[in-house]
């Protein structure tokens, strides 16, 4: 049997890969998937997380960085579709509540890719606290230790700042630290992205402006940009 940690590299799943190695938990692999469009802050959590995990548990597999073949810029704006209404045409566009491609072939396919090569055999653990029962799926290959041991999305967060992993400050701006162009993210998420991450905001414009979709339903970056523009004239809006 196989056990294979699935690490996202936010608050969960950082607490509960800390915390299976605390409690001398087997761990044979560690995965971490790769879409290209995860914050800079994140990336740097991993070296760090790599850092002291090596520090106190040198026995520790090292995370295995998992990438699909196709880019995420390349799904988005190349990929033919060859099926639905859109067949024949290039890019998924940007994803929806009810089209997560980005989740689907860059995350969750390269992961199960990794395990079936590892043969019929393993568990998957997955970091979903214990505050987010709908999101638990029973599934003989996956287990939810945080949820087991009843460690709540905040408690999970306190546990990691408590152990020196601050993320950059990314948990002060945004409820998760996911993929930085995530057309789910709320308002208020964005509007800080705009605000202190003028980068990356401009990227997304342009990704925006490329796309076959809007960005969002109700707004497209350029209309949320003067949005947010004009609630800072006005003294702030809704922050």
Known sequence: MKHIVNLSGGKDSTAMLLMMLENDIAIDHIVFADTGKDFPQMLLHLEKLEAYIAARYPFAPKITRLKSEKTFDYLMFEHEKTKGKRK????YGWATMFARWCTAQLKEAVINKFCKGL???YINYIGIASD???????DPRKEYPL???????KMALRYCYDRGF?????????????????????????????????DLWTELRQMDERAFNQFRADYSV???EERFRR?????????
């Not at 024949?88 to 890019?91: K, T, V």
């Not at 987010?132 to 029973?138: H, I």
């Not at 002060?172 to 991450?197: A, G, I, M, Q």
Request: aromatic fraction near 12%; charge should be neutral; proline fraction near 5%.
């Open 88 to 91: 024949g045409q290039c890019g």
């Open 147 to 153: 949820a087991k041991w009843n460690i709540t999305e």
């Open 119 to 121: 043969g019929d055999s």
């Open 231 to 239: 609630e800072e004239a006005q003294g702030g809006g809704n922050d």
């Open 166 to 198: 601050d993320w950059g400050g990314l948990y002060k701006h945004f409820d998760r630290v996911s993929c930085w162009c995530c057309p789910l993210k709320n308002l208020r998420e964005l509007k800080t992205l705009w605000r202190y991450y003028p």
């Open 222 to 224: 350029a209309e949320l």
């Open 132 to 138: 987010e029962p709908k999101r638990l799926r029973l």
